[in-house]
């Protein structure tokens, strides 16, 4: 970890989460939030120490994907090294779309770094039997990607879980316009096009829905959703809190 | 401003705000909304850059105002320099009490500071008239050091304001125990006991009342208060946002 300036002048708390954020905005103070809801703790000083690079200028990612825009890498690599310069010993991104670039990210990045589809996975697969089929609610580019589905941990194993992909109609009038109104900030119509999306996951045997972008969770709930979901945000906030609270 | 290793990768933004956070943690987050909410953006991209150090484990700052505890100004001074370490442009504190401390840590830091209570009291002088009564809620620290109505501003102005502050009663039985209820999360207890000391101030003739303590609005409406309220956490956030797309 570099030491930061200063940290002379105090003792520097160990374990300080580096959040690589802005993507979008709104969804890094949620994962901040369910950071919080993560924690253990009664008073200020026993949350987690975290610093937080939220530099929303950084190129579209599904564009990027689809080769219609400039890749995000140099500005996500500028970004995290701000957190470097600012002491983080850890740098987590709470947007699935940009774990596309998290390999070449993290060769660049002189810190470690934890997979949110890990996180998630790990959390699905405790959730749902081995003959049980699990739904994914995720972007274009996340499905396009296949990010979750060909998914190889770091551990070297390629989940088992047997994915339920929403059709291609499903995608056209539910998901992809209910992430657009969360970003635009239409909760109430995201709400429902999204309930949509995951329902018809359920109708055709999902026995839970991972939610594998970092917007729906924004507008989404389980009781609108009527199927157990496995929020890769909070998964992946779970894992930053209990890897600070380790080291 | 420090460019950042690595900024020769992408086109470094202006106007990075740099947020001194993590006292409390919660509130930290609210200020982040309210930096979204003060800002007109259609796209990720249109957001205001932002960098946060949130780092609890910073001694509490009521019992360093009472002489009972270890000074947090060294801890605040390393946490901003990680803000400094990591490009920010300006610093902003969404702490009320930690402004007991604004000017050594404006000496200590090589970057400008927004300071909250102006940025309140700008609001509350715009909101009131010449005649009438404002109303105050915080911390006993904050109130006790005179902080908000003995404020000079950076323009060397006093501030003209009639106060009105709580009754000892109201503090040791409302004020005090709805802030520790918010701390505690328990948001529901809070929100009555808050409600009850503002409208013990309007009863008494407050037109408004000025809420200086960034605990406070995570509990309080302006519905449930039954005055209007001006949130020095929101008026921060306005400011810094407007910094940002000056510069």
Chains 1, 2 share one sequence.
Not at 160 to 169: D, G, H, I, R, V
Not at 190 to 206: E, F, N, P
Request: aromatic letters at 2%; hydrophobic letters at 50%; one cysteine or more.
């Amino acid at each position: 970890m570099i030491a930061p300036r200063g940290a002379h002048l105090t003792t520097p708390p160990r374990g300080v989460v580096g959040v690589l954020g802005g993507m979008g905005p709104l969804a890094t103070i949620d994962f901040l939030r369910k950071m919080l809801d993560a924690t253990p703790a009664a008073t200020d000083q026993e949350h987690v120490p975290v610093v937080v690079s939220s530099i929303p200028q950084i190129p579209d990612r599904p564009r990027a994907f689809r080769g219609e825009g400039p890749s995000p890498l140099p500005a996500m690599i500028a970004s995290a090294e701000r957190l470097v310069a600012a002491g983080a010993g850890l740098i987590v991104m709470p947007c699935n779309t940009a774990h596309l670039w998290f390999d070449e990210l993290q060769r660049a990045v002189p810190l470690p770094m934890l997979h949110m589809v890990d996180a998630a996975l790990e959390e699905a697969e405790q959730a749902v039997g081995a003959s049980e089929r699990i739904g994914l609610l995720a972007t274009e580019a996340t499905l396009a990607s296949r990010l979750y589905l060909d998914r190889v941990g770091t551990d070297g194993r390629r989940n088992t879980l047997q994915w339920l992909l929403p059709t291609a109609a499903e995608m056209r009038d539910q998901v992809t316009p209910g992430i657009a109104a969360v970003k635009s900030g239409d909760l109430a119509r995201a709400a429902s096009l999204l309930a949509g999306g995951a329902s018809a996951l359920a109708a055709r045997g999902a026995s839970a829905v991972v939610i594998g972008c970092t917007e729906i969770p924004l507008a989404l709930s389980e009781a609108d959703a009527g199927v157990p979901l496995i929020d890769a945000s909070s998964a992946l906030a779970r894992r930053a809190v209990a890897w600070s609270m380790r080291v």
